[in-house]
């Protein structure tokens, strides 16, 4: 086995380094850029928003609509139950379903509405937040990383003793 020996420029003997091995701050860099891009892909997974969540936030605006005209209505039911037995019939049979029950004529018409037009725009703006919301992800990681990775070059510079 051949061993290839390099002094350095405090005169000490070690063993020459390959040309295309990483350096120990760069190894660091490395895991610490791995270890914060799984924290980040697990809090953009938690945070990013769903088509559930639309889904719900219209339920529940038709359920304060109802209530509007009925106070008493939905009183005993949880929200996850109303919620599943909307998705379940399916949102506009349920509404119908629903308007029907508590006798909700024309007088309702303006405010279901204006909840389908929210509803709408929601659905249609859940591609773009979801893209926004990637897209700060990665500036996320990619500026404190670019920025860890500037000082750790420049510790290695200061440290070997300039260029």
């Not at 309702?108 to 893209?131: P, S, V």
């Amino acid at each position: 086995m051949n061993v290839i020996l390099h002094k350095d420029r405090s005169g000490i003997w070690s063993r020459a380094q390959r040309g295309h091995g990483l350096k120990s701050w760069q190894r660091l860099w490395l895991v610490t850029g791995v270890a914060y891009l799984l924290m980040l892909v697990a809090a953009g997974w938690l945070i990013m928003p769903e088509r559930r969540q639309v889904d719900k936030a219209m339920v529940f605006a038709v359920t304060e609509e109802v209530r509007r005209y009925d106070g008493l209505a939905f009183v005993g039911d949880s929200p996850e139950r109303i919620f599943e037995s909307a998705r379940t019939q399916g949102y506009g049979p349920w509404i119908a379903h629903v308007r029907k029950a508590y006798r909700i004529g024309r007088e309702g018409d303006a405010g279901f509405d204006r909840i389908e037009r929210a509803y709408r725009q929601d659905m249609e703006a859940l591609a773009t937040k979801r893209l926004k919301l990637s897209g700060w992800l990665c500036v996320a990681w990619v500026v404190p990383m670019g920025c860890l990775y500037a000082l750790g070059s420049l510790i290695g510079w200061v440290k070997q003793g300039g260029p």
